[in-house]
């Protein structure tokens, strides 16, 4: 698994269950881009050993969770709106890499940490959240979030045999992003 630098600061919690609604349509826009990453990153790396079906599975997976999601912003009268973008990804996709082979390592290592992160983050709340029916939603999220994470640590060991050392660099600068940042009522 992914040993994260840093964890979230203890004041996200608070923030998140105070402005629930505002974590709610983030998180919604976060399984959108994940659904479509996945997809993505079929069309890019069709040719690494097990990642075209991986990422089918996974896209999948990302759109049923934003339904849920999108069935709890409905049952609460909440619109999705425009996406605002999200300050932390664009930080870890900043290091990304341009060549070929270490870009595509880099967007699978991005992905696992960008998934770790979201598992500490929706844990945090399935471990808060008052509603038991929210709290066990979030939890089956945040063990789905861990498998994703695994999953893309896998596919990087099979593109690379530097991908340990390249996830040590990268969890290095996921930390200096994550302390760069605002706290927000937000999945990231």
Do not use: N
């Not at 690494?48 to 089918?56: E, F, K, R, S, Y």
């Not at 979201?118 to 471990?127: C, F, H, N, V």
């Not at 640590?153 to 996921?174: F, G, H, M, N, Q």
Request: with cysteine.
């Amino acid at each position: 698994m992914i040993a994260l630098r840093q964890p979230t600061d203890p004041r996200w919690i608070a923030l998140a269950l105070s402005r629930f609604d505002e974590v709610l349509v983030d998180h919604a826009h976060c399984e959108k881009k994940a659904a479509a990453h996945a997809l993505s990153l079929l069309s890019s790396y069709p040719e690494l050993p097990g990642l075209p079906l991986a990422m089918a599975t996974l896209a999948r997976e990302e759109a049923q969770h934003l339904k849920q999601v999108l069935k709890l912003l409905a049952a609460r009268k909440l619109e999705l709106g425009r996406d605002l973008g999200d300050p932390y990804a664009k930080g870890l996709y900043a290091q990304l890499r341009t060549r070929g082979l270490e870009r595509r390592l880099d967007q699978l290592l991005i992905s696992a940490i960008i998934e770790a992160r979201s598992e500490e983050r929706l844990r945090l709340l399935a471990t808060h959240l008052a509603d038991p029916a929210l709290r066990a939603f979030y939890e089956d999220l945040a063990l789905a979030e861990a498998g994703h994470a695994g999953l893309f640590v896998k596919l990087a060991a099979r593109a690379s045999p530097d991908w340990a050392a390249r996830l040590e660099a990268l969890l290095d600068a996921e930390a200096a992003v994550l302390s760069s940042l605002p706290l927000r009522a937000a999945v990231h």
